[in-house]
């Protein structure tokens, strides 16, 4: 059974600050990997996502990598804000993902908070 | 753009009530979904529609049934409600073709049952 895990739990930076979110998951048979964004009280929010043949992905000030042979992603945050205060979770859906098998297994989180 | 609509956003139950959450999507989206998100277990697969006319069971479906309505409507029905079941649900559908397709979110129901 797939397990996703988020390190660490929580982080608190300056802003301005560079950052680093941590998401590690045991089968490296994935389809693809995905990166969430939660606001308080609200649904998750797509920011990134890696296809299984992809090193990595960029948005704006977001930078995503996959190493699926060591079963690790990496969200790199550039210039932090408050605006980015939020939750990032990240997810993966099996290998064999290929049309009606696709389903997500989910982090439990990172709480980002970002002060000014 | 509407994207994934879910009504209601809060209910109160008691126990043993039961209650139908109401899931739409305007993206023309085939396959969805039902979530629960409770503290410290994060979000878990209740159920899952593939295609219009099909559902399958996820991590956690006890409890609970679906209906696939449409293509655009997947409800999540609660027969008789437990507290067990107080959690933010959330709904979240996905088109299919290349493999780089996200999952899209509704804004989530908070449901509490006394």
């Known amino acids: 059974k797939q397990e996703v895990t988020q390190i660490p739990a929580a982080l608190s930076v300056p802003e301005g600050e560079n950052l680093v979110l941590n998401c590690s998951f045991t089968d490296s048979a994935i389809y693809n990997l995905q990166w969430f964004r939660q606001d308080p009280g609200k649904g998750l929010t797509s920011l990134l996502l890696i296809q299984s043949s992809q090193r990595e992905q960029t948005s704006g000030r977001l930078n995503a990598s996959l190493d699926k042979s060591s079963g690790r992603s990496t969200l790199y945050i550039a210039a932090s804000q408050p605006g980015d205060s939020a939750t990032y979770l990240c997810?993966?859906?099996?290998?064999?993902?290929?049309?009606?098998?696709?389903?997500?297994?989910f982090g439990k989180g990172t709480l980002l908070t970002v002060n000014p | 753009n509407a994207g994934v609509t879910q009504t209601p956003k809060f209910q109160v139950l008691k126990t043993g009530q039961s209650m139908t959450l109401q899931c739409a999507q305007d993206m023309n989206h085939n396959s969805m979904y039902w979530y629960r998100q409770d503290p410290g277990m994060g979000l878990r697969l209740i159920y899952y529609s593939a295609s219009e006319g099909t559902t399958d069971k996820g991590e956690v479906p006890n409890g609970y049934n679906v209906s696939r309505l449409n293509k655009r409507e997947f409800s999540l029905r609660l027969e008789s409600a437990a507290p067990s079941q107080t959690s933010v649900y959330f709904c979240?559908?996905?088109?299919?073709?290349?493999?780089?397709?996200?999952?899209?979110f509704g804004d989530g129901t908070r449901l509490s049952i006394l």
């Open positions: 997810a993966v859906p099996p290998g064999n993902s290929g049309g009606s098998n696709y389903k997500l297994t």
């Open positions: 979240a559908s996905r088109g299919v073709g290349t493999s780089n397709q996200p999952q899209h």
